[in-house]
């Protein structure tokens, strides 16, 4: 019976009258509703009210079972009357006449279905309220966290996760004679509520390495579901990862702000490409690069003088724009021309590079790639324009690489709205 012959056990010191009353119908319609067999469920409770008619869980349960199963039939029917009334209105629109009362009706509708949406957030805060007089917190668990993912700030259901964590903390505290994966699997539900994400993923893990160590991969699998945490437990590992990255991000991050106020420029402009390569949006970054760039710039204006500055400037330009153009022996003197004048002259280094191996082969996955990291960099400087013409070639390069395309998708939004911005015109 899942979670309820699990904790059983370990909870009589809690619930001693009461689990030891409950008839074996009661724990088979508690185990088809977690379930969700209503049937199966209803059909044990009803059986349980045959031989206790008094029993106040059985009646709770029916009452529960009867608004799920109404739930259920009133939702399939809004989601027909909706799949109808959108039909109707295309149809209406598309002949030209008023839509108007037709959509009046899916606005109702769709006001209905928030309604019903309220009122399953309400079952399932009842529901995991009895679960937890039960002694079932895991199942209960379960239940108000999935109604805090679909709400975060429902009042009810933050309620009772607050009272699920103090009778958690009471059990963990007591000391009872729970399984050590029984506490485990509590540990970390409690480290979750607390969004302590780190905790909870380590508590969990101990769980399912004790499973495995006890039991064949599926059972150890079936058994690792039944405690309801695998869910969750991926949540914990995604928000874990997610704070280590930006963890080592905000490291790269000081370590480049520190270089710059060292005044290491080139090296500090390295490291701001790199985080530009990882994430784009950084806060601050763009103010940095920028600022690196210029101050790197300047730097190598007074080791090369202005003339050749602005030589390595003009070549570079004409470079780019024979590679946006694919004369890749055009674009290969003009970069060899700057770095024969700055032989460390970052970019167009890189730019050779991918020149002559686009010479050789048009689709070149790899060359797409450091065009593809050159438009990040651009774009976290705020040069659109660049970015744009980078994510072109990348695209050229290799047409299925998916991020160049959302990249490229991206820009010329920002352009397009940067120009309307200017122009006070429309977009089209």
Not at 196 to 219: H, I, M, R
Not at 230 to 246: F, T
């Amino acid at each position: 019976m899942k979670v309820f012959r699990l904790f059983c056990g370990s909870l009589l010191v809690f619930y001693p009258s009461v689990l030891m009353a409950v008839p074996d119908a009661l724990s088979k319609g508690m185990a088809a509703f977690e379930a969700r067999r209503w049937s199966e469920a209803m059909e044990s409770f009803l059986d349980t009210l045959r031989q206790d008619p008094q029993n106040s869980q059985a009646h709770a349960y029916v009452t529960l079972i009867v608004r799920e199963m109404a739930a259920a039939r009133e939702a399939d029917v809004r989601a027909e009357r909706l799949g109808m009334l959108g039909a109707a209105s295309k149809h209406l629109e598309q002949a030209r006449r008023d839509s108007g009362p037709i959509e009046q009706a899916i606005l109702q509708s769709s006001q209905s279905s928030k309604s019903a949406q309220e009122a399953q957030w309400q079952s399932r805060c009842e529901e995991a309220r009895m679960e937890r007089q039960g002694g079932h917190l895991l199942s209960a668990n379960d239940l108000i966290l999935q109604v805090l993912a679909e709400n975060p700030s429902y009042a009810e259901a933050q309620r009772e996760l607050s009272d699920l964590q103090s009778r958690i903390r009471q059990i963990l505290d007591a000391g009872t004679s729970a399984s050590i994966v029984e506490r485990y699997a509590l540990e970390g539900f409690y480290a979750y509520g607390q969004a302590d994400f780190a905790a909870a993923y380590t508590a969990w893990g101990k769980v399912q390495t004790l499973l495995e160590q006890s039991y064949p991969g599926p059972e150890a699998a079936h058994r690792f579901e039944e405690l309801r945490v695998g869910a969750y437990a991926a949540i914990a590992r995604a928000r874990v990862e997610e704070d280590k990255r930006l963890a080592q991000l905000k490291g790269v991050f000081d370590g480049a702000v520190e270089l710059y106020r060292q005044k290491h420029f080139v090296r500090a402009l390295d490291e701001f490409r790199k985080l530009a390569i990882s994430d784009p949006e950084y806060p601050q970054l763009g103010y940095y690069l920028v600022q690196a760039e210029a101050a790197s710039e300047h730097e190598r204006a007074e080791r090369l003088g202005e003339e050749k500055r602005q030589q390595v400037e003009r070549s570079l330009h004409e470079g780019l724009a024979a590679l946006e153009k694919e004369r890749f022996q055009e674009a290969e003197k003009s970069f060899e021309q700057v770095l024969r004048i700055d032989p460390s002259h970052p970019q167009a280094r890189a730019y050779l590079t991918i020149v002559r191996a686009q010479a050789q082969k048009r689709h070149d996955p790899k060359a797409a790639q450091l065009h593809y990291e050159a438009g990040l960099i651009a774009y976290a400087s705020g040069k659109l324009d660049e970015a744009l013409r980078e994510w072109h070639i990348a695209a050229r390069l290799n047409p299925r690489h998916e991020k160049v395309q959302n990249a490229l998708a991206k820009v010329q939004k920002e352009l397009a709205l940067n120009k309307r911005e200017l122009t006070d015109e429309p977009l089209p």
